[in-house]
């Protein structure tokens, strides 16, 4: 099959969105597809040099430059989203002038998964997929108090995304030319529908690569301290305070050690929300610290606590779950959606108050139950091998066979 991939982040051995957009092309490529990405030029020199590594004949990278005047926009906050919108209007007449000589079978837009972004490849009327992409989530109101003085970034998000919504022409043309949307979390599977998607369903955009996993299942001796462990950046959206404030209204008798791994804008109010719930010698925090070290805390803990309050779908739940970790988070956009409700506890947003003492109370049954922490671990550690790369890319393949053919029979949504 001669497949387009829209990657406007690709970058091998990153993280987040540029390491997706890498992995797509990457794995569809050695399903044995002709594949054709375009990307910008970020990182130009990181990707040709794993192309000529790797060698695979059937991956051509296609950089789509932008005038430097548009290319200065992305060094500033806002200044991402027309320089995104650009780079897709030349990502489109790029995609034309090939499409012309190579004919494609099908297109696939896979980064930026936003969905109030679309893309500009619906008008090379060719059988198109959209994500998966996420983008409906927003910031409980209630809790803005945990988003210090950065809820103001939080609503003038929730603005522009409703005024893409309204003028960017290729969302709703996306949507409805699309011959599937593929939805990381129910907030943007409601979205999409809402924009005319004609066929959306929940797909997960987090993925491991099958060399992520421990040599062994890391088994856990229960012992008197049960070591916790956050790791994420410093951003008020991932939600560090509202889980220290949790932690502080655990009954004294529970003995436990939080380790803190990540940096980030919030860094220096750590040591005052450490000090305001009285949990000094009871939290680690380490910064920015090498993988290796991520690795290892991921296997020398007992329980995963993260609490974002606005995330698409959090990586660090998939890979807690690889090293056999229960996990405590918020029944919440994409923490709703990946943690599979027998691997960990999921705590209903409601208000503060009540949600920072179920959150609490959480941790004193999973403290007094070293079984259920045990039987959560391994029920995430089965379900994380579901969502390995080489899995979900024979995952799309069926798509690919499927809306390329124009076969109506109908698949069973992949969660």
């Excluded at 296997?299 to 405590?328: H, K, V």
């Amino acid at each position: 099959m001669k497949l387009l991939l829209s990657a406007y982040a690709c970058e091998p051995n990153r993280g987040t969105e540029l390491g997706n957009g890498w992995n797509w092309a990457l794995n569809t490529a050695k399903l044995g597809h002709e594949v054709w990405c375009l990307t910008t030029v970020e990182g130009r020199e990181n990707i040709e040099k794993e192309v000529d590594r790797l060698a695979l004949p059937n991956l051509h990278i296609v950089f789509v430059e932008l005038p430097k005047l548009i290319d200065k926009l992305f060094e500033y906050h806002l200044g991402f989203y027309p320089h995104y919108l650009c780079w897709q209007q030349q990502a489109y007449r790029k995609a034309r002038e090939l499409d012309k000589e190579i004919d494609f079978d099908l297109v696939h837009h896979v980064t930026i998964g936003s969905l109030q972004l679309g893309t500009a490849l619906w008008r090379l009327n060719k059988p198109l997929i959209f994500g998966p992409a996420g983008g409906g989530q927003e910031a409980p109101r209630a809790f803005k108090k945990y988003f210090y003085g950065w809820w103001k970034t939080e609503v003038v998000r929730s603005w522009i995304s409703k005024l893409l919504l309204k003028v960017n022409p290729d969302v709703r043309k996306t949507m409805r030319h699309a011959s599937l949307v593929l939805a990381t979390n129910e907030d943007t599977y409601n979205m999409a529908r809402a924009n005319g998607a004609l066929n959306p369903q929940m797909f997960l955009d987090t993925s491991l690569p099958e060399s992520f996993y421990p040599e062994a299942y890391p088994e856990r001796k229960p012992s008197d301290v049960m070591k916790i462990l956050w790791v994420g950046r410093l951003f008020a959206r991932k939600g560090l305070p509202l889980v220290l404030e949790s932690l502080g209204k655990v009954d004294p008798a529970v003995k436990y050690e939080l380790t803190i791994l990540g940096d980030g804008q919030m860094r220096d109010m750590v040591p005052q929300w450490i000090k305001e719930h009285n949990l000094e010698g009871k939290v680690n925090w380490k910064g920015q610290v090498p993988w290796d070290e991520v690795k290892r805390a991921y296997t020398e803990s007992d329980l995963f606590m993260f609490c974002s309050l606005r995330d698409s779908s959090a990586a660090q739940f998939l890979e807690s779950m690889a090293y056999g970790l229960p996990i405590l988070t918020l029944d919440l956009h994409g923490g709703k959606n990946l943690v599979p409700d027998n691997a960990g506890i999921k705590i209903s947003v409601t208000t503060p108050e009540k949600t920072v003492q179920q959150l609490a109370n959480a941790v004193e049954q999973l403290y007094h139950d070293p079984k259920l922490r045990s039987q959560m671990g391994k029920n995430g550690y089965e379900f994380s091998k579901s969502q390995t790369w080489p899995v979900k890319t024979k995952h799309i393949n069926e798509f690919y066979g499927k809306y390329t053919l124009a076969d109506t029979k109908e698949l069973p949504v992949i969660h």
